[in-house]
């Protein structure tokens, strides 16, 4: 279900904003071309981990967010956070993210 390429990323990205339309989910994640990204959200979907909400106008408009589903992998994305920072610390690398956004929606 969050195999592919950039799921787990985009599910990230959506647990930190609550809506998030094909535009914004674009800058946010600029490596992944329209079609990868397309395909990842549709994917995501079909497993019932996000909504895609169309909005009826010129040009469309749509949102993306986590269903009720989708935001009980939060567990799962802490811990490969987690798991990665040690990786990343065992290596001498720096750590380039953080997890503050989506902890601190938790006290919300």
């Known amino acids: ?26 800058k946010e994640i600029p490596c992944a071309t329209p ?15 996000i909504n895609r909400k169309v909005f009826p106008v010129v040009p469309p408009k749509v949102e993306y967010s986590l269903t009720d589903f989708g935001k009980s992998i939060k567990p799962v994305l802490e811990a490969m956070y987690q798991w990665g920072s040690h990786c990343l610390n065992r290596q001498g690398l720096k750590i380039n993210c953080t997890m503050a956004a989506i902890a601190d929606q938790t006290k919300q």
């Open 1 to 26: 279900m969050i195999g592919g390429k950039y799921k787990s990323l985009i599910l990230w990205k959506l647990m930190t904003n609550k809506t998030l339309r094909f535009s914004q989910l674009q």
């Open 35 to 49: 079609k990868m990204l397309t395909q990842q959200l549709r994917e995501l979907e079909s497993n019932q981990l």
